[in-house]
Nanobody, 128 residues
């Protein structure tokens, strides 16, 4: 399974980029919960957001709640992370990941150890 995250770049504080997580056409994201993680310089990778399949439940870390929105477009085989009101502390490499199941999204609060499939990451730099 190959995932690919894209949409990062240099963003001014307060900016609103949208990250995308896509997969090869032979792997449908429709059936799997997808998590977004980030790793800032000299920090551990942390779970940011997640969306499940079964009931469309979503999860957000407290640090991004109210600013980030996760969604999926099954027709495009893509999961999005809309990021609003960005702050310099949001600067990080952002990854999408799954364990290959419709896992309960809350597990990403415990870290990244349960994820088996990762995208290569996309760097978001928030700076003026």
């Amino acid at each position: 399974v190959q995932l690919q995250a894209s949409g990062g770049g240099l963003v001014q504080p307060g900016g609103s980029p949208r990250l995308s997580c896509t997969a090869a056409s032979t792997f449908s994201l429709d059936y799997y919960a997808i998590g977004w993680f980030r790793q800032a310089p000299e920090k551990e990778r942390e779970g940011v957001s997640c969306i499940s399949v079964r009931d469309g439940a979503t999860y957000y870390a407290d640090s991004v709640k109210g600013r980030f929105t996760i969604s999926r477009d099954n027709a495009k085989n893509t999961v999005y992370l809309q990021m609003n009101s960005l702050k310099p502390e949001d600067t990080a490499v952002y990854y999408c990941a799954t364990d290959g199941t419709d896992f309960p999204c809350e597990v990403i609060a415990e870290g990244d150890h349960a994820m088996n499939y990762w995208g290569q990451g996309t760097l978001v730099t928030v700076s003026s």
